[in-house]
Each structure stands twice: as structure tokens, then as C-alpha cells.
């Protein structure tokens, strides 16, 4: 089994940072694609930061500058630096990731974090 498993969430007021942390555990081959997701209340899941294995990266425009998202292959391990945060960044954060559990390309699979939720004050 692969498990996904964030940290880092928090109250933070307007201005400050965060940084989160989501670490991959289990039998894996490669990880592909690393992804932050974030969902407020009565909104939809909203990708915004990817990160594929060789190190690109993609935002989406509320973030864009902003956050910066890393990962440290050799840990396992995605990061989502988080500068300027404002009262609209609060929402449950997740981790995503496609994981190779083996070197057939059949065995792609897509996990999830549970979430970590970010609140910032105004």
C-alpha cells in the first residue's frame, strides 16, 4: 500500500507564510506527478501546483507567485511554500500523486492525503 501524509497546516494570519509538507510511504517504483490541491467550503477542488518527476512546475493564477512547489525525490517528499497568504487561500489543502508501483506502466496509480486544513485570519 501507498499512503500520502500532509503536514504543516495551520492558523496563520494575513501576510504570513506556511509551509506544507506531504511525504509518500509504501512499495514504490517511481513517482510521476506531484500535485497541491486546495478546496474551500462550497467550492470545487482546485488544482493549484504540479510538479512532475523532472522537476516542471505549473500553477494556477490565484497562486502564481506567490507558492512554490518543490519536492525532494530521494524523501519522497512534495513541499507547497506558501508567502502572501490572504483570507482566500483558507481551505483544505491535498496532496496528490501518481505513483509507478511497479516498472509495468500498467501499474499507475492515483493516491491521495487525507488533507490539512489552512486558515488565514484577516
Known amino acids: 500500500q501507498v499512503q500520502l501524509v500532509e503536514s504543516g497546516g495551520g492558523l496563520v494570519q494575513a501576510g504570513g507564510s506556511l509551509r506544507l509538507s506531504c511525504a509518500a510511504s509504501?512499495?514504490?517504483?517511481?513517482?510521476?506527478?506531484m500535485d497541491w490541491y486546495r478546496q474551500a467550503p462550497g467550492k470545487q477542488r482546485e488544482l493549484i501546483a504540479a510538479?512532475?518527476?523532472?522537476?516542471?512546475?505549473n500553477y494556477a493564477d490565484s497562486v502564481k507567485g506567490r507558492f512554490t512547489i518543490s519536492r525532494d525525490n530521494a524523501k519522497q517528499t512534495v513541499y507547497l511554500q506558501m508567502n502572501s497568504l490572504t483570507p482566500e487561500d483558507t481551505a483544505v489543502y491535498y496532496c496528490?500523486?501518481?505513483?509507478?508501483?511497479?516498472?509495468?506502466?500498467?501499474?499507475?496509480?492515483?493516491?491521495w492525503g487525507q488533507g490539512t486544513q489552512v486558515t488565514v485570519s484577516s
Open positions: 510538479i512532475s518527476s523532472g522537476g516542471r512546475t
Open positions: 509504501g512499495s514504490i517504483f517511481k513517482i510521476n506527478a
Open positions: 496528490y500523486a501518481d505513483v509507478l508501483l511497479t516498472s509495468l506502466s500498467s501499474s499507475i496509480r492515483q493516491y
